[in-house]
């Protein structure tokens, strides 16, 4: 096993942020300026977290046949995170559906990242290459700067996404 890799603190941190952001929103109350800036920078966040994460860890991962399950597992749900912040986005933020598609996905976005930390990122660990490990985190840092850059607010309801 190599080394206990900085990839994993470094995606903790921004695992952290994002339960700060959650909590922040959980605090405002309908269509305020400061619920549509949070909602703005978490969807951001997410974005650019998810997509550099799949660039960096689970492109890696995807090549270890013991974590390919857990590796699609993610990749998927980063999809449905996706789908829920855009659905969101397209969800009057005064409403009583904003905030229960709200909680539905800090739910679901919680319980993903536990997953992340507590099960995934220790069964990845065992499989790394010190190599592996500096290129992660050569590419997250890269791509993570430049997915936040690009990603955006997109709202689209659900039943209107594509697959």
Known sequence: MAGRSDIFERLKQD??????????????????????????????????????????????????????????????EHHEIEESLNDIAATDMASGAWLVKFRQLRHDYLHHIDEEEEEHFPDFAEHLTKEDETYMEKVFERRKAAETAEAEVTPERKEDAKE
């Open 15 to 76: 695992h952290d942020l994002h339960r700060e952001l959650l909590e922040r929103i959980e605090q405002t109350h309908g269509e305020s300026d400061e619920r549509a800036e949070l909602f703005e920078k978490l969807t951001v966040e997410l974005k650019g977290h998810a997509a550099a994460e799949e660039q960096a860890l689970y492109s890696t991962m995807m090549r270890k046949p013991e974590t390919t399950d857990e590796t699609r597992h993610s990749v998927a």
